[in-house]
């Protein structure tokens, strides 16, 4: 059985950092794209970024784009999110999911998206 399983969400004051975790179990996911997308309560759920299987080509969403950083360790099946310069705008549940078409560079597709994690609660106080 597949599973994303994220950590690090906690709360934390503006300006501050935290660092994200997804580990993937069930499945070596070293060849396909993986992502972040988070979700407010009464909005849809948005894309955060996205990285390939390579680590070659990553992907922000212009709200994060120069404050947060995605990276992976395919040796340890796992994908990170460092959120820096946090503000209260970020405060939402963040997942972690994974494309099931390996070496597919179609970020913005989110029907690629075929694993997800339960989400992470990362919330920003002002």
């Known amino acids: 059985q597949v599973q994303l399983v994220e950590s690090g969400g906690r709360l934390v004051q503006a300006g501050g950092s935290l660092r994200l975790s997804c580990t993937a179990s069930?499945?070596?996911?070293?060849?396909?794209?993986m992502g972040w997308f988070r979700q407010a309560p009464g909005e849809e759920r948005e894309f955060v970024a996205a990285?390939?299987?390579?680590?070659?080509?990553?992907y922000y969403a212009d709200s994060v784009k120069g404050r947060f950083t995605i990276s992976r360790d395919n040796a340890k099946n796992a994908v990170y999110l460092q959120m820096n310069s946090l503000k209260p705008e970020d405060t939402s549940v963040y997942y972690c999911a994974a494309q099931g078409r390996p070496y597919s560079s179609m970020w913005y597709r989110l029907s690629e998206y075929e694993y997800w994690g339960q989400g992470t609660q990362v919330t920003v106080s002002s």
């Open positions: 990285i390939t299987w390579s680590s070659s080509s990553t």
């Open positions: 069930g499945r070596t996911f070293s060849s396909y794209l």
